[in-house]
């Protein structure tokens, strides 16, 4: 019996960690050495998609095979990023800004089959409605400290889950990893299932 070809996910995030995991998918974790740098002249999703691409191709360079999992999570509102915050007072900013509001989460996806040479980049987009929280509230969401690294300053399946009213699209894809779509693309690039 031919054993599978590999995949291997180009990040260490728990969160996409933990979504292949549920999926059922077999996997290695090799971190990308890319560094991220945004372009200004580039569209939140054509940014996403960059990152994307260059984490797995940074990975499929030096490996030479195996299907390769790159994929690059950011938050726009108003067709503009809204990057990490920098700290509680930035945290409080990027939510404050959100109150009310409908904001997009883009994730860019690329997948490398390193052994033919052959890749896919896509982007999925999907929107989150945020709640107006009260200012208590928002004190007690930045007291937990769950806004560190998280893009937009929330998270969506921990405590922030609390002042989400509305999701449009995939679920995944807001916690870091849109699964049907690398389940599609891994079919499109002959991973034998």
């Known amino acids: 019996m031919k054993s599978q070809p590999k995949i291997i996910l180009a990040s260490t995030s728990p969160q996409r960690i933990q979504i292949l995991k549920m999926a059922g998918f077999e996997f290695d974790v090799i971190p990308s050495d890319y560094i991220e740098f945004d372009e200004p002249f580039l569209s939140p999703l054509e940014q996403a998609k960059k990152h994307a691409f260059n984490k797995a191709k940074a990975v499929a360079d030096v490996l030479k095979e195996g299907y390769i999992i790159g994929c690059d999570t950011v938050v ?3 067709n503009k990023l809204i990057g990490k915050p920098k700290n509680r007072a930035h945290a409080k900013e990027l939510i404050q800004a959100q109150q009310g509001r409908t904001f997009e989460v883009i994730s860019g996806l690329t997948i490398f089959n390193a052994s033919q040479e052959r890749n896919m980049t896509i982007a999925e987009t999907t929107k989150v409605t945020f709640k107006p929280m009260l200012e208590n509230e928002i004190e007690w969401y930045l007291e937990s400290e769950e806004f560190k690294d998280k893009s937009g300053g929330f998270s969506i399946q921990g405590l922030g889950s609390r002042f989400i009213s509305r999701i449009e699209g995939d679920y995944q894809n807001v916690v ?10 891994l079919k499109l690039l002959n991973y034998p299932m």
Do not use: R
């Open 76 to 78: 726009c509102l108003d």
């Open 176 to 185: 870091g990893l849109p699964i049907y779509k690398v389940y599609e693309i």
